[in-house]
Protein backbone atom coordinates (compact mmCIF):
# COMPACT_ATOMS: atom_id res chain seq x y z
CA UNK A 1 0.00 0.00 0.00
CA UNK A 2 1.31 3.74 -0.66
CA UNK A 3 2.79 5.31 1.84
CA UNK A 4 1.64 9.33 2.50
CA UNK A 5 3.69 12.05 4.57
CA UNK A 6 1.68 12.88 7.45
CA UNK A 7 1.25 16.21 5.11
CA UNK A 8 -0.08 14.60 2.06
CA UNK A 9 -2.50 12.60 4.19
CA UNK A 10 -3.84 15.44 5.95
CA UNK A 11 -4.44 16.97 2.88
CA UNK A 12 -6.22 13.85 1.18
CA UNK A 13 -8.76 13.46 4.17
CA UNK A 14 -9.33 16.80 3.85
CA UNK A 15 -10.40 16.34 0.34
CA UNK A 16 -11.99 13.06 0.91
CA UNK A 17 -14.33 14.79 3.66
CA UNK A 18 -15.58 17.44 1.15
CA UNK A 19 -16.39 14.71 -1.19
CA UNK A 20 -18.46 13.21 1.03
CA UNK A 21 -19.74 16.30 2.02
CA UNK A 22 -20.69 17.15 -1.29
CA UNK A 23 -22.67 13.70 -1.38
CA UNK A 24 -24.37 14.16 1.76
CA UNK A 25 -28.22 15.24 -0.03
CA UNK A 26 -28.03 11.74 -2.63
CA UNK A 27 -25.91 9.14 -0.23
CA UNK A 28 -28.51 7.69 1.42
CA UNK A 29 -30.57 7.17 -2.34
CA UNK A 30 -27.10 6.29 -3.91
CA UNK A 31 -26.14 3.40 -1.30
CA UNK A 32 -29.42 1.51 -1.54
CA UNK A 33 -28.64 1.65 -5.27
CA UNK A 34 -25.12 0.48 -5.26
CA UNK A 35 -26.06 -1.95 -2.91
CA UNK A 36 -29.05 -3.06 -4.69
CA UNK A 37 -30.98 -2.56 -1.11
CA UNK A 38 -28.22 -4.63 0.96
CA UNK A 39 -26.57 -2.52 3.07
CA UNK A 40 -28.89 -2.27 5.58
CA UNK A 41 -28.64 -6.27 6.20
CA UNK A 42 -25.71 -6.13 5.87
CA UNK A 43 -25.24 -3.80 8.94
CA UNK A 44 -26.90 -5.63 10.84
CA UNK A 45 -25.35 -8.55 10.62
CA UNK A 46 -21.82 -6.59 11.21
CA UNK A 47 -23.49 -5.05 14.64
CA UNK A 48 -24.82 -8.47 15.46
CA UNK A 49 -21.40 -10.32 15.40
CA UNK A 50 -19.76 -6.93 18.11
CA UNK A 51 -21.64 -8.07 20.76
CA UNK A 52 -23.56 -4.64 21.13
CA UNK A 53 -25.69 -5.19 24.22
CA UNK A 54 -24.88 -2.75 26.50
CA UNK A 55 -21.47 -1.65 24.53
CA UNK A 56 -19.75 1.44 24.63
CA UNK A 57 -19.42 2.07 20.71
CA UNK A 58 -17.36 4.06 18.42
CA UNK A 59 -18.59 4.29 15.18
CA UNK A 60 -16.21 5.93 13.02
CA UNK A 61 -16.96 7.71 9.52
CA UNK A 62 -20.64 7.07 10.66
CA UNK A 63 -22.03 9.04 7.88
CA UNK A 64 -25.88 9.78 8.12
CA UNK A 65 -26.07 7.40 11.05
CA UNK A 66 -27.34 4.17 9.86
CA UNK A 67 -24.38 2.18 11.59
CA UNK A 68 -25.03 3.76 14.52
CA UNK A 69 -28.83 3.86 14.46
CA UNK A 70 -28.23 0.21 14.49
CA UNK A 71 -26.33 -0.26 17.15
CA UNK A 72 -28.53 1.64 19.56
CA UNK A 73 -31.44 -0.90 17.76
CA UNK A 74 -29.58 -3.97 19.13
CA UNK A 75 -28.72 -2.82 22.83
CA UNK A 76 -25.59 -0.34 22.89
CA UNK A 77 -25.73 1.95 25.59
CA UNK A 78 -23.82 4.98 23.95
CA UNK A 79 -22.98 5.20 20.47
CA UNK A 80 -19.65 7.96 19.98
CA UNK A 81 -20.63 8.89 15.93
CA UNK A 82 -17.23 10.38 14.22
CA UNK A 83 -16.82 11.79 10.50
CA UNK A 84 -14.72 13.93 9.33
CA UNK A 85 -17.30 15.64 7.60
CA UNK A 86 -19.68 18.08 10.13
CA UNK A 87 -22.31 17.71 6.83
CA UNK A 88 -22.73 14.12 7.09
CA UNK A 89 -23.09 14.18 10.62
CA UNK A 90 -25.05 17.25 10.71
CA UNK A 91 -27.53 14.81 8.47
CA UNK A 92 -27.37 12.12 10.90
CA UNK A 93 -28.80 13.90 13.65
CA UNK A 94 -31.45 15.08 11.51
CA UNK A 95 -32.55 11.53 10.81
CA UNK A 96 -32.13 10.08 13.95
CA UNK A 97 -31.88 13.04 17.26
CA UNK A 98 -29.85 12.66 19.90
CA UNK A 99 -30.52 9.96 21.32
CA UNK A 100 -28.10 7.77 23.33
CA UNK A 101 -25.34 9.56 20.50
CA UNK A 102 -22.66 12.03 20.59
CA UNK A 103 -21.78 13.05 17.32
CA UNK A 104 -18.44 14.53 16.72
CA UNK A 105 -15.93 15.63 14.01
CA UNK A 106 -12.59 14.08 14.22
CA UNK A 107 -10.21 11.90 11.48
CA UNK A 108 -9.54 8.20 12.22
CA UNK A 109 -6.21 8.48 12.12
CA UNK A 110 -5.85 10.60 14.95
CA UNK A 111 -8.79 10.13 17.64
CA UNK A 112 -9.48 12.47 20.39
CA UNK A 113 -10.47 9.60 22.87
CA UNK A 114 -8.03 8.21 25.51
CA UNK A 115 -6.79 4.73 25.20
CA UNK A 116 -9.68 1.83 25.92
CA UNK A 117 -12.26 3.97 25.93
CA UNK A 118 -14.77 1.69 24.20
CA UNK A 119 -16.04 -2.06 24.41
CA UNK A 120 -16.72 -2.07 20.21
CA UNK A 121 -14.82 -0.14 17.78
CA UNK A 122 -16.90 -0.48 14.13
CA UNK A 123 -16.76 1.03 10.43
CA UNK A 124 -18.97 0.57 7.58
CA UNK A 125 -17.48 1.65 4.03
CA UNK A 126 -14.40 3.64 5.82
CA UNK A 127 -11.30 2.20 5.95
CA UNK A 128 -11.06 2.19 1.95
CA UNK A 129 -10.87 6.10 2.39
CA UNK A 130 -8.19 6.41 4.36
CA UNK A 131 -4.77 7.40 3.58
CA UNK A 132 -3.15 5.86 6.22
CA UNK A 133 -4.83 2.51 7.34
CA UNK A 134 -2.22 1.11 8.87
CA UNK A 135 -2.21 4.17 11.29
CA UNK A 136 -5.73 4.27 11.64
CA UNK A 137 -6.46 0.59 12.63
CA UNK A 138 -3.69 1.20 15.75
CA UNK A 139 -5.83 3.75 16.56
CA UNK A 140 -9.24 1.95 16.52
CA UNK A 141 -6.89 -0.72 18.70
CA UNK A 142 -5.84 1.84 20.72
CA UNK A 143 -8.84 3.04 21.82
CA UNK A 144 -10.51 -0.47 22.31
CA UNK A 145 -10.76 -2.13 25.83
CA UNK A 146 -9.48 -5.21 26.93
CA UNK A 147 -11.81 -7.73 25.48
CA UNK A 148 -12.92 -4.41 23.09
CA UNK A 149 -14.35 -6.57 19.65
CA UNK A 150 -13.27 -4.52 16.19
CA UNK A 151 -15.96 -4.69 13.30
CA UNK A 152 -15.23 -3.63 9.77
CA UNK A 153 -17.30 -3.94 6.81
CA UNK A 154 -16.16 -2.49 3.83
CA UNK A 155 -16.43 -3.52 0.21
CA UNK A 156 -13.47 -5.98 -1.11
CA UNK A 157 -11.37 -7.05 -3.71
CA UNK A 158 -14.27 -9.56 -5.30
CA UNK A 159 -12.34 -13.18 -5.45
CA UNK A 160 -10.93 -14.55 -8.92
CA UNK A 161 -13.60 -16.18 -9.61
CA UNK A 162 -16.31 -15.71 -13.04
CA UNK A 163 -18.52 -14.51 -10.63
CA UNK A 164 -15.69 -12.19 -9.05
CA UNK A 165 -15.03 -10.89 -12.64
CA UNK A 166 -18.64 -9.99 -12.90
CA UNK A 167 -19.06 -8.09 -10.11
CA UNK A 168 -15.59 -6.19 -10.59
CA UNK A 169 -16.65 -5.32 -13.99
CA UNK A 170 -20.48 -4.64 -12.55
CA UNK A 171 -19.09 -2.55 -10.00
CA UNK A 172 -16.43 -0.22 -12.29
CA UNK A 173 -18.47 0.08 -15.73
CA UNK A 174 -22.14 0.37 -14.48
CA UNK A 175 -23.21 1.06 -10.75
CA UNK A 176 -20.39 3.95 -10.29
CA UNK A 177 -21.61 5.56 -13.68
CA UNK A 178 -25.50 5.24 -12.96
CA UNK A 179 -24.77 6.37 -9.41
CA UNK A 180 -23.02 9.00 -10.88
CA UNK A 181 -25.76 10.47 -12.84
CA UNK A 182 -28.15 10.30 -10.25
CA UNK A 183 -26.28 12.53 -7.74
CA UNK A 184 -24.92 14.74 -10.29
CA UNK A 185 -20.93 14.39 -8.70
CA UNK A 186 -19.36 12.04 -11.43
CA UNK A 187 -16.19 12.99 -9.93
CA UNK A 188 -17.15 11.58 -6.85
CA UNK A 189 -18.70 7.90 -7.99
CA UNK A 190 -15.78 7.73 -10.21
CA UNK A 191 -13.76 8.06 -7.26
CA UNK A 192 -15.38 5.23 -5.73
CA UNK A 193 -13.79 1.95 -8.30
CA UNK A 194 -10.72 3.45 -7.97
CA UNK A 195 -10.94 3.49 -3.84
CA UNK A 196 -9.91 -0.11 -4.30
CA UNK A 197 -6.94 0.41 -5.58
CA UNK A 198 -4.21 -0.09 -3.37
CA UNK A 199 -6.42 -1.63 -1.16
CA UNK A 200 -5.58 -4.87 0.79
CA UNK A 201 -7.37 -7.91 -0.33
CA UNK A 202 -9.75 -9.54 2.79
CA UNK A 203 -6.78 -12.12 3.67
CA UNK A 204 -4.22 -8.95 4.11
CA UNK A 205 -6.67 -6.99 5.91
CA UNK A 206 -6.77 -9.41 8.57
CA UNK A 207 -3.20 -9.53 9.06
CA UNK A 208 -3.10 -5.69 8.99
CA UNK A 209 -5.73 -5.87 11.80
CA UNK A 210 -3.77 -8.40 13.76
CA UNK A 211 -0.24 -6.71 13.48
CA UNK A 212 -2.25 -3.34 14.99
CA UNK A 213 -2.68 -5.29 18.17
CA UNK A 214 -6.44 -7.67 17.84
CA UNK A 215 -6.82 -11.42 18.65
CA UNK A 216 -8.70 -13.97 16.63
CA UNK A 217 -9.27 -12.04 13.37
CA UNK A 218 -11.18 -13.39 10.82
CA UNK A 219 -13.77 -12.20 8.30
CA UNK A 220 -16.64 -13.25 6.12
CA UNK A 221 -17.51 -12.08 2.57
CA UNK A 222 -21.08 -11.19 2.10
CA UNK A 223 -23.24 -10.84 -0.79
CA UNK A 224 -21.17 -13.77 -2.90
CA UNK A 225 -17.79 -11.81 -2.12
CA UNK A 226 -18.76 -8.41 -2.61
CA UNK A 227 -18.19 -7.20 0.56
CA UNK A 228 -15.92 -8.44 3.61
CA UNK A 229 -16.82 -8.24 7.32
CA UNK A 230 -13.38 -8.37 9.47
CA UNK A 231 -13.81 -9.18 13.73
CA UNK A 232 -11.34 -9.61 16.06
CA UNK A 233 -11.14 -9.17 19.61
CA UNK A 234 -8.45 -7.12 21.92
CA UNK A 235 -7.06 -9.40 24.57
C1 LIG B 1 -18.93 5.56 2.44
S1 LIG B 1 -19.29 6.58 3.82
C2 LIG B 1 -19.89 5.42 5.03
C3 LIG B 1 -20.83 6.04 6.01
C4 LIG B 1 -21.47 5.10 7.02
N1 LIG B 1 -20.48 4.42 7.83
C5 LIG B 1 -22.38 4.10 6.36
O1 LIG B 1 -22.36 2.93 6.75
O2 LIG B 1 -23.15 4.47 5.47
C6 LIG B 1 -17.68 6.94 4.42
C7 LIG B 1 -17.70 7.94 5.56
O3 LIG B 1 -16.40 8.00 6.13
C8 LIG B 1 -16.09 9.36 6.39
N2 LIG B 1 -14.62 9.48 6.41
C9 LIG B 1 -13.78 9.41 5.36
N3 LIG B 1 -12.52 9.57 5.78
C10 LIG B 1 -12.56 9.73 7.13
C11 LIG B 1 -11.58 9.93 8.13
N4 LIG B 1 -10.29 10.02 7.82
N5 LIG B 1 -11.98 10.04 9.40
C12 LIG B 1 -13.30 9.98 9.73
N6 LIG B 1 -14.27 9.80 8.83
C13 LIG B 1 -13.91 9.67 7.54
C14 LIG B 1 -16.77 10.12 5.25
O4 LIG B 1 -16.95 11.49 5.54
C15 LIG B 1 -18.07 9.34 5.11
O5 LIG B 1 -19.08 9.86 5.93
Redesign the pocket.
Given at each position: MAQHSPHHSRER?RE??G???RLVPH??RM?RLMTAGR?GAW?QIAVSMSSPCDALVL?????????SAEFRRQGAREVAA????AA?LRRAKAKYGPDRTDYLV????RLPFPDESFDVVA????L????DLAA?LHEMARVLRPNGRLVA?DITHPPDTVWGNMLRLGFEQGVTRVAGLVSGDRSAYRYLPNSLDGYPTADELARMIEHAGLSGVSYRRLSMGAVALHVGRKC
Open positions: VIGMFSYDNDRDLGSGTGDLLDVSMGDAHSAFVRNLPAL
